[in-house]
């Protein structure tokens, strides 16, 4: 009798006190999650105070390498993702599986942030509306069209970088977009940038699915205006991916001597500083990281484009899985490729005020 009644009293003490942990938790996370909470007023905060940093790739896929590189975001844990185009290509039966694959690793509320790539646009593999609603916009804040034309500031308060994504050559039902000079997207796209700058924002960067400059097997889908405009408007980096491979250029800048850039031809005016420490204002960076899982193609070092690069990886140089990885504070915006399968492909730059 007396050893049932400890029993008893034993299990009253621990239902008591998991009751009163259940209510500790409660409490706890009622102040840390507002009873206001929703999915649109996620702040995706800095790790640090006063820096943010976020991935991007594209070009993805659903084989293991694209799962290498969903794997390897969850563990750097950054703030956002930028896929730039190109997602399931129709290896997945639905968008929705191909959804979950990213959020099994990085969580139903990390941003992973789209902008649409040429493989949305018909629906043979994937159609962008679905992917958005599986994917949707968990950035406070964005201005425009997800998954077509947006810009956010990140964080939202205090921002460090905002991130402007567009669509040039993309055809959503009405022919390609245009970006040519004088165009509404061609205009939405400088007032986005100049609107940063009026803004005192620290960093401007750009990004879009398809490169104009490339080793790879394009010509200038994006169309040259739009190219030129991000060197008139100093952006500091510009994010591609369609080209499977990497390939970052040197800084480049229009002067007296390169007034506009021409693709298909190398002009040594046109290259600010060809090494990896760079000066903000200098000019822009251009990065390709179509390496989001896809069968990777060969970098063309003989391409007419070559001498603007700097860096570059492909099938038939180092061939390497992985991400673009993005630290941003006040003085410094910093880059670095993290190789997540294949090869060990890895490349490093700054840009930094002087």
């Known amino acids: 009798m007396n050893v049932r009644k400890s029993r008893l009293r034993s299990s009253f003490i621990l239902a008591l006190i998991l009751a009163l942990g259940a209510t500790a938790l409660a409490v706890f996370w009622s102040s840390v999650i507002p009873p206001s909470f929703t999915r649109d007023n996620i702040e995706p905060l800095p790790k640090e105070p006063g820096q943010i940093t976020f991935t991007a790739s594209g070009d993805f896929g659903a084989g293991e390498s694209a799962q290498s590189v969903f794997e390897q975001i969850g563990t750097v844990d950054p703030a956002l993702h930028l896929a730039l185009g190109d997602f399931s290509y129709g290896e997945t039966d639905t968008e929705q599986q191909w959804c979950s694959m990213v959020t099994d690793v990085v969580g139903q509320t990390f941003p992973f942030q789209l902008i649409a790539g040429d493989h949305e646009l018909n629906g043979e593999d994937g159609d962008l509306d679905t992917f958005t609603d599986c994917l949707p916009n968990q950035l406070p804040g964005l201005e425009g069209n997800y998954g077509r034309q947006w810009y956010a500031d990140v964080p939202r308060e205090d921002p460090l970088v905002r991130l402007v994504m567009i669509s040039p050559g993309l055809d959503f039902g009405s022919g390609p977009a245009s970006y040519q000079a004088g165009s509404q997207r061609y205009q939405w796209t400088a007032e986005a940038i100049a609107g940063a700058r009026e803004e005192s924002i620290p960093w ?86 179509g390496t989001g899982g896809r069968d990777l193609r060969d970098v063309h070092l003989g391409d007419p484009e070559a001498p603007y690069f700097a860096a570059s990886a492909g099938a038939n140089k180092n061939p390497t899985h992985g991400n673009l990885h993005i630290r941003v504070t006040d003085e410094a915006l910093t880059g670095r490729f993290l190789p997540a399968s294949g090869g060990d492909f890895t490349d490093n730059f700054s840009i930094e005020r002087r």
Do not use: W
Not at 213 to 225: H, I, N, Q, R
Not at 230 to 240: I, N
Not at 253 to 266: D, F, G, I, M, S
């Open 204 to 289: 401007v960067v750009v990004g879009m699915h398809a490169p104009c400059l490339s080793m790879g097997e394009y010509g200038c889908t994006p169309g040259a205006d739009i190219t030129n405009l991000m060197l008139k408007k100093d952006v500091d980096l510009v994010l591609h991916g369609d080209e499977h491979l990497y390939q970052r250029t040197k800084q480049l800048a229009l002067t007296q001597e390169c007034p506009r850039l021409r693709p298909e031809t190398y002009s040594p005016a046109c290259v600010a500083d060809d090494d990896a420490n760079l000066a903000a204002g200098g000019g822009t960076v251009f990065v390709t990281a």
